[in-house]
């Protein structure tokens, strides 16, 4: 189970790591090598454990990544585009449409994030305010009173 | 005692710390020769808190015979309002970094579009004297110097890189270094990290007045409890004497602290958008 940060922040890195993949599709590259480079050459400003899920594990191919993505990537609502790929690549489709799709897709859901955190973040804070800062308020203003009236 | 935590501890603090605020000022501002927040500064720290912790060991010596007071409290609120203002310099130093950074990058998308090549491109622009990306090409002006001494410019765009703290900016310029390396074109490159950029920026400009008027609100509350408190005690002295003797004060008031710290907390986490 995410936490709703870690859900942000892993779907900020897949939307760089899929405009990574994409810039080097549209150059001509094959989408294993980009896939590889784009690690290589981003992967140090990404969440490191995001770096590990994307790699390629025990020397499997790019076929097998996909397909443990789809099964297994932490955020279930992704797994689709891993899904899509993975039957795309096998079929040997282009991939540059699928993986801008892809980015621009959760770039949007990303953006819709942001505005909602920000139309609720008011809401909420105001919520914890009540919930922690007026008991003690409350706690020290009537704690003395009621010992004088009699309550031990 | 009142005379004595003055003289010793808050005078000799103010008078060190208004002459380190106006040189770290100047310190942070000048990205070009050196990173903020180097050496340069690290040392201005030490000799504050120093020089702040000998003065309050001098005046409490004079004046009270006790020197090793003031020494302890000449050095606790420098030790502290250091660290606050020196925070406080470096993030509004990056902000400025980064808002400069989009000025700069598009005229350099503007310079690549009319045919000159990166490095060409990049030189030209951190040399030129225009006040608007002053901030980010001295950032880049620190990393690109070494490729007059032999550096390549790819390893050059990796330090500078690392010396950024906006992620969208840190990718960037991670993309645009793989591009040139691989002899991918730089333009689209460019023009995605610019839009992300800009996003990025707005997003965070957005979540960060969100979180000012969320910290005043927190400064209000958290100080809420203690005033109410201190009214009563003030007003009804009899009534917080029996409250002070009786079982019950230590517990209540460390039920209203971490309370306070668990609502501050939980506040910190909620204003955090990733």
Known sequence: MLLLTEKRRLRADLIHFFEGVAIHIHCGYDLAYAWNEVLRGVGQVMAPAFVTLMLFQDGGTLADTLNRLSNSYPDPSHRLWFTILAQLYMQGAGMSEAVTAAAETLDREQARDLDNHCRTLPGRLNLRILLFFLPPTLLLLFCPLLLEWGFE | MIGF?????????????????????????????????????????????????????????????????????????????????????????????????VGFLTALQGLLKSGIGLSSALFQLVESPQSTWAPFAGLLDASLIRFHSGTSLSACLTRARDRTSLPGLRLGLGLVQMAYCQGLPILPILGRTLEWLERDLAARARIRDLARAAWAQLAIAVSLPWIVFTTLAYFEPGLWRHFRESTQFWPVVALALSLEIVGAYSIRRCACFC
């Open chain 2, 5 to 101: 935590v003055l003289a010793g501890g808050i005078l000799p603090f103010l008078i060190c710390w208004g002459i380190s605020y106006s040189l770290k000022r100047r310190i942070t501002s000048s990205t070009r020769h050196g990173r903020p927040g180097g050496p340069q500064l690290v040392s201005l720290q030490c000799s504050l808190i120093l020089a702040s912790a000998l003065l309050g060991a001098i005046i409490a010596g004079y004046l009270w015979g006790r020197p090793i007071f003031g020494l302890v409290l000449g050095a606790i609120p420098s030790l502290c309002g250091e660290r606050a203002s020196s925070l406080w310099l470096f993030q509004r130093n990056h902000r400025k970094v980064e808002e400069a950074s």
